[in-house]
């Protein structure tokens, strides 16, 4: 240990005992910034390898907020110089660390993400680690109540966090974690609709390289799916463009041609039997009236002697008639949709377009979901 760290040691010492004032320690801070921007100041930190090596010292040194600046630009490229693992440990030991050890699971994920400003790259895939091994350590200990666990503390904050980069963070930290959470990062996928929010849950899904496990399991999900979240599946699979999802895809579109013409067999018979717009279709009313009464013409009655005039009565009705007969419009028009939204993706998975491929072994999966066999 040189001479430096001895007396920032000392100094931290002697503050906690009381013996030496606060300005004390703020002067030993201000001797390692000091010597960080010595350091910085090389040539050598300039390169991937120096960056890292120097955020090494500066975590040692406790210079947190130093070493997420010199890692950041390395974590936004893309770029994993030599000793990038020990410095994801180093920053892990360190921001646990930083959380303490003598609270709830909660209360120190609270603290690793009460930040004022947005972290960089680099300490987002930090914060990240950080929090799924808290996860995994209250997994391990047995889950607490619903209410007070990591877990739905890091899905609420994963899905309706205030601010945009806690919920990236927590999406990240669910998906290095367990099975059942990283299916709850997949579903948010289905749940928002197309806009930034599941562009940047696929890219998240991209980034930890789980893809392909994300492509199986929404691909399972649009076999057993209710029409509501079909197209939605469709479409996240084809953002996805992982050739896991053919044999979903093959078998959804499969259903959906026995289906329509399952659909036109009964409209054609329906049609026979009834006319044009199928006679069989269920049909039913509702009237909210209100009828007035009035004179509209009199009838003149003629006698020797005198005329009477005979008034004829009118009814004049006033309100609302709700008249409703189901033609399979929309089912048609969203058959449609549907099927184009399963070409497109099966477009983008196949790993040669436009080449002839046999039909993959057709999952097993419930029968057909939009109203059963005839």
């Keep these: ?48 390898f120096g960056r890292v090596q120097l955020a090494l010292w500066a975590l040692e040194k406790g210079l947190g907020e130093e070493a997420w600046t010199l890692a950041d630009p390395l974590a936004e490229k893309g770029l994993e110089p030599p000793g990038w693992k020990i410095l994801e440990e180093r920053a892990l030991r360190f921001l646990l660390g930083k959380a303490g050890a003598g609270r709830n699971f909660k209360a120190r994920a609270r603290i690793l993400l009460a930040r004022r400003e947005k972290p960089g790259p680099a300490l987002e ?110 479409r996240v699979l084809e953002n996805l463009a992982s050739p896991a999802a053919l044999p979903f895809l093959e078998e959804a579109r499969f259903r959906l041609a026995e289906f329509r013409s399952r659909l036109l067999g009964r409209a054609a018979a329906e049609g026979a039997a009834g006319g044009a717009g199928g006679g069989r279709s269920p049909r039913a009313y509702i009237a909210v009236c209100t009828q007035y009464s009035y004179v509209k013409d009199f009838d003149a009655q003629v006698a020797q002697s005198s005329m009477i005039a005979d008034p004829r009565v009118g009814t004049l009705s006033g309100g609302v008639v709700l008249d409703v007969k189901i033609l399979h419009v ?9 099927d184009r939204s399963l070409g497109r993706a099966l477009r ?9 491929r046999k039909r993959a072994v057709r ?12």
């Design 363 to 374: 999952p097993e999966a419930p029968g057909p979901r939009w109203g059963g066999g005839e």
């Design 125 to 234: 895939r930090f914060l990240a680690r950080a929090l799924a091994a808290l996860l995994k350590e209250e997994r391990a200990r047995g889950t607490p109540s619903p209410r007070k666990s990591l877990a739905s503390f890091l899905r609420f904050e994963a899905e309706r966090g205030v601010r945009p980069w806690i919920r990236r963070v927590c999406r990240l930290a669910l998906l290095s974690s367990f099975p059942e959470d990283r299916a709850f990062v997949f579903r948010l996928a289905l749940r928002f609709p197309t806009g930034p929010v599941r562009k940047a849950v696929l890219e998240e899904i991209g980034r930890s390289g789980l893809t392909r496990e994300a492509a199986v399991y929404l691909g399972g999900l649009l076999l057993r799916t209710g029409p509501a979240l079909e197209i939605r599946a469709a």
């Design 1 to 48: 240990m040189d001479r430096s760290s001895t007396a920032a040691c000392l100094c931290g010492a002697l503050l906690l005992a009381g013996i030496l004032p606060a300005g004390a320690a703020s002067q030993g801070r201000a001797e390692l910034l000091g010597r960080f921007r010595r350091l910085q100041a090389l040539k050598e930190s300039g390169t991937p």
């Design 330 to 338: 929309e089912t048609v028009r969203y058959l449609a949709l549907l």
């Design 348 to 356: 983008r998975c196949s790993p040669s377009p436009g080449e002839s």
